[in-house]
């Protein structure tokens, strides 16, 4: 069974460009979650999601950033303008439900770097 | 309001010896869920630990045991015989309902040095 997976692995950009992150979670998970980690800081969540359903975006800029998990294929983390402050590793992990219990298994994380 | 609290920004432990990372968490929950994760220098998040708050068993899973004290909402993680390989950030995370959903809100990490 293979894990939640992201790609890419590393992406680099300009200021000003659009980044583009995915994401495919567990084999019978259909709930995903976004996180952001800036470098030395632990893990700030961003965007909840199931399919075709954005549930909480409390984590997320309002502005620039956008989530979406499609009926079909990997949920994507859009930035659109990319700036410095932007750069950071991106987790994505997944679930079977979300609930008090449920663990979330992380993928490897897309490190983003703005130029 | 900080929810998770890891109080050691780096500790280091000698190879074999035994090291205990620190966190408490902030609740008003009765029952919830806490856990720890380790972050090599890949980076890979990885699951080491999860505890249930209404099980009065601290949890184990081969070298590392956790030492839950709900009244002190206190959560140490204890790792035996340390490894080279145990070598990495560790973040204590608990799981919380916020605007109904539950998610992680996690410690900000000790990062853990194994010496050889």
């Known amino acids: 069974n293979a894990g939640v997976m992201q790609n890419p692995r590393h992406l680099v950009r300009r200021r000003g460009q659009e980044a583009r992150l995915r994401c495919s979670p567990m084999?019978?998970?259909?709930?995903v979650y976004w996180y952001r980690q800036l470098p030395e800081e632990g893990l700030k969540f961003m965007v909840y999601?199931?399919?075709?359903?954005?549930?909480?975006e409390s984590g997320m800029p309002k502005e620039r950033f956008s989530a979406e998990f499609p009926k079909e294929g990997p949920s994507i983390l859009r930035i659109q303008q990319v700036v410095r402050g932007d750069s950071a590793a991106y987790f994505c992990?997944?679930?079977?439900?979300?609930?008090?219990?449920?663990?979330?298994?992380f993928g490897p994380g897309t490190r983003l770097l703005v130029l | 309001a900080q929810t998770v609290t890891q109080s050691q920004p780096e500790m280091s432990v000698q190879e074999a010896e035994t090291v205990t990372l620190s966190c408490t968490y902030d609740?008003?929950?009765?029952?919830?869920?806490l856990f720890w994760y380790k972050q090599p220098p890949s980076r890979q998040m990885i699951l080491v630990i999860r505890?249930?708050?209404?099980?009065?068993q601290n949890a184990t899973e081969n070298r590392f045991s956790v030492n839950f004290q709900k009244a002190a909402k206190s959560f140490s993680l204890k790792i035996s015989d340390s490894q080279l390989g145990d070598t990495a950030m560790y973040f204590c995370?608990?799981?919380?309902?916020?605007?109904?959903?539950?998610?992680?809100?996690f410690g900000t990490g000790t990062r853990l040095k194994v010496l050889a």
């Open positions: 992990a997944s679930s079977p439900s979300n609930d008090r219990g449920g663990t979330q298994y």
């Open positions: 609740t008003s929950e009765s029952n919830y869920y």
């Open positions: 995370a608990f799981m919380k309902l916020t605007s109904g959903t539950y998610k992680y809100i």
């Open positions: 999601l199931q399919k075709e359903n954005i549930i909480d």
């Open positions: 505890q249930e708050a209404y099980k009065q």
């Open positions: 084999k019978g998970h259909s709930h």
